[in-house]
């Protein structure tokens, strides 16, 4: 069984700084990608940032945010900058982990809230 928590949400002002931590955790071979994702109230969960071949970052959070991965912690990191109200959401780490299989694994979420 593979578990992913997530750390690090809170309540910030515009223009201030968070950062989100994952680990994962159980009977773990590999992680190929990890990332993180978000949904606001009435909007679909989107991607923010993945870390696996390439790094990838939604548009929305270029220059602002950053994605990166203690591996031998099985951690993934999301440094959030400059942050907006429209950042506000509930984020979720995701990771593709390889044990006796490969699947898809979702923490619980944290949520970032971000006033203007």
């Known amino acids: 069984q593979v578990q992913l928590v997530e750390s690090g949400g809170g309540l910030v002002q515009a223009g201030g700084s968070l950062r989100l931590s994952c680990a994962a955790s159980?009977?773990?071979?590999?992680?190929?990608?990890m990332g993180w994702y978000r949904q606001a109230p009435g909007k679909q969960r989107e991607l923010v940032a993945s870390s696996g071949g390439s790094t990838n970052y939604a548009d929305s959070v270029k220059g602002r945010f950053t994605i990166s991965r203690d591996n031998a912690k099985n951690t993934v990191y999301l440094q959030m900058n400059t942050l907006k109200p429209e950042d506000t959401a509930v984020y979720y780490c995701?990771?593709?982990?390889?044990?006796?299989?490969?699947?898809?694994?979702w923490g619980q979420g944290t949520q970032v809230t971000v006033s203007s």
């Open positions: 159980g009977s773990i071979f590999s992680i190929n990608r």
């Open positions: 995701n990771a593709f982990v390889v044990t006796d299989t490969m699947r898809s694994y």
